[in-house]
T-cell receptor, first 110, second 115 residues
Framework: EDQVTQSPEALRLQEGESSSLNCSYTVSGLRGLFWYRQDPGKGPEFLFTLYSAGEEKEKERLKATLTKKESFLHITAPKPEDSATYLCAVQGNYGQNFVFGPGTRLSVLP | EAEVAQSPRYKITEKSQAVAFWCDPISGHATLYWYRQILGQGPELLVQFQDESVVDDSQLPKDRFSAERLKGVDSTLKIQPAELGDSAMYLC?????????????FGPGTRLTVL
């Protein structure tokens, strides 16, 4: 059974204080790993797709990396508007469905 | 930019009543998903459509939930009767074909409160 865990559950940063969020997964063959951002009361907003170990993708202050067992979302010099819940999901080889982790709640204080 | 549309955004109902949610996917997207998200948790798949056909409804509580996508475009999710434990965010997502690494795009969701 595909499983996804995320850590930490919640993270508080000062503006400009860089950090990383972790997504650990167990899957029978990885078809894709997806990162989403979710603001309170809204639907998840797509950020990145990673397909194979060693792959990296960047967007503004965010950088996602992937190994065979986990993915990291690095946030460089965050701003208060980066405050949100960040969700990780995996798609395995034996199904089309996404399995989501519980998310990391990020707060960036000015 | 194309978006997934959902309505209503909020719904308050009493237990034992019927509720219905509507979703219009991104134009041209053949695959449509309904998820349920409980506060503090990740979304969980309820049902997946490929065009007008259900391809996975293994997690759909079929005694009270039903979903349809009659013409392979928009979709309706119904709960009858609603129970207190159904209070959650109901999310609709769509993707082009639902294949390998195919990104799912989400709508704004419907927040359901059952009293």
């Amino acid at each position: 059974e595909d499983q996804v865990t995320q850590s930490p559950e919640a993270l508080r940063l000062q503006e400009g204080e860089s950090s990383s969020l972790n997504c650990s997964y167990t899957v029978s063959g990885l078809r894709g790993l997806f990162w989403y951002r979710q603001d309170p009361g809204k639907g998840p907003e797509f950020l990145f797709t990673l397909y194979s170990a060693g792959e990296e993708k960047e967007k503004e202050r965010l950088k996602a990396t992937l190994t065979k067992k986990e993915s990291f979302l690095h946030i460089t010099a965050p701003k208060p508007e980066d405050s949100a819940t960040y969700l990780c999901a995996v798609q395995g080889n034996y199904g089309q469905n996404f399995v989501f982790g519980p998310g990391t709640r990020l707060s960036v204080l000015p | 930019e194309a978006e997934v549309a959902q309505s209503p955004r909020y719904k308050i109902t009493e237990k034992s009543q019927a509720v219905a949610f509507w979703c219009d996917p991104i134009s041209g997207h053949a695959t449509l998903y309904w998820y349920r998200q409980i506060l503090g948790q990740g979304p969980e798949l309820l049902v997946q459509f490929q065009d007008e056909s259900v391809v996975d409804d293994s997690q759909l509580p079929k005694d009270r939930f039903s979903a349809e996508r009659l013409k392979g475009v928009d979709s309706t999710l119904k709960i009858q009767p609603a129970e207190l434990g159904d209070s959650a965010m109901y999310l609709c997502a769509s993707s082009t074909r639902g294949g390998r690494g195919d990104t799912q795009y989400f709508g704004p969701g419907t927040r359901l409160t059952v009293l």
